[in-house]
């Protein structure tokens, strides 16, 4: 099946998932806070282990009242990769934001509004600890911003390979992201599937039956 058929039979389903991301940002920035400790979580990890280890954190009170001990034991518990690593990169996340500190949706709110988003999602990429271009990217996204941004794991990119020619380099340094994140861009402009409609349709085409698990 090709990009075009593929994408008219889960247009809907694309649209649905636009719309849940959208009202995320109308939560509270305890819901913004745990996409991005999610964000954390997920590198070498899978989805599923990075959900439910963020629950966890929650149900134990440990996003607002954190200790560093506890919140490895919930990574470890949960089945996340380099737990003692992970549990001090949300320490500091949870430091940097906070309540007391200062509220992260206005923070991401003013900088997207100063700066623009792919420079808000540059500036996380470089200065939350724990996560890249494709974790700040994907974060973006999943609370309702980033639509054009490119979330490049190593399925997208042989995608892009196979479907544009976009070839995948050698390393995956800011230069090279970006790059690549420019030729994608073109490219969803040349078949008329937006960025974040065509990362779905992409996804899709790689897993069957698994179109919205797009956390890996």
Known sequence: MDLISIYNEIKKDIDEKFDTFAKTWSNGDGYIIEELLFSICTPQSKAQSA??????????????????????IVLSESGVRFKNRKASYIME??????????????????????????ETRNWLAKNV????????????????????????????????????????????GKKEYLEIEEEMFNYSKEIGISMFDLDFVFWAETHK???F???E
């Open 51 to 72: 959900a439910k280890a963020i629950k966890e954190l929650s149900n134990q009170d440990l996003i607002y009242h954190p200790n560093v001990d506890k919140i490895a």
């Open 93 to 118: 996340a949870l430091s940097r934001f906070n309540h007391r500190n200062i509220s992260i949706k206005k923070f991401i709110y003013n900088n997207i509004s100063v700066y623009g988003i792919s």
């Open 209 to 211: 039956g698994e179109l």
């Open 213 to 215: 698990d797009r956390h």
């Open 129 to 172: 600890k724990g996560i890249g271009m494709k974790e700040a990217s994907h974060f973006l996204r999943n609370i309702g911003y980033g639509e054009d941004l490119a979330i490049l794991d190593r399925h997208i990119l042989r995608k892009l390979d196979e479907h544009a020619g976009i070839k995948q380099p050698k390393r995956l």
